[in-house]
């Protein structure tokens, strides 16, 4: 069993900055397969970073520059410093992991999600 629990998100005005934090507890799958995503009031929920599988980043290209994903040496926890925040950084952001055995699965195959925390843009 994995849980994860995000913290981190508010109220911020354009252009500032927030860290969003998520709490692995439990079974985890260590440093890889974690995600962050969001989803925006009235779209479908979209990619925002992840570790893979063999450690590379990646990032959502909208976002690229101004998102930066992270681990510590403990569960690991994970976490999303985001900067220069605009309007369409509101959502609810989760965070998940999930392993196949060769791969880590996609967004929509992922197993274990977090309750989500939100964050929203002012200005």
């Known amino acids: 069993q994995v849980q994860l629990v995000e913290s981190g998100g508010g109220a911020v005005q354009a252009g500032g900055s927030l860290r969003l934090s998520c709490a692995q507890s439990?079974?985890?799958?260590?440093?890889?397969?974690l995600g962050w995503f969001r989803q925006a009031p009235g779209k479908e929920r979209e990619e925002v970073a992840r570790?893979?599988?063999?450690?590379?980043?990646k990032y959502a290209y909208s976002v690229k520059g101004r998102i930066t994903i992270s681990t510590d040496n403990a569960n690991p926890n994970l976490y999303l410093q985001m900067v220069n925040l605009k309007s369409a950084a509101t959502a609810t952001y989760s965070c998940?992991?999930?392993?196949?055995?060769?791969?880590?699965?996609?967004?929509?195959?992922?197993?274990?999600w977090g309750q989500g925390t939100q964050v929203n843009l002012s200005g």
């Open positions: 998940a992991t999930g392993y196949s055995g060769s791969h880590c699965p996609g967004m929509y195959d992922l197993p274990h």
């Open positions: 439990g079974y985890t799958y260590g440093y890889y397969c």
């Open positions: 570790i893979d599988i063999d450690g590379t980043i």
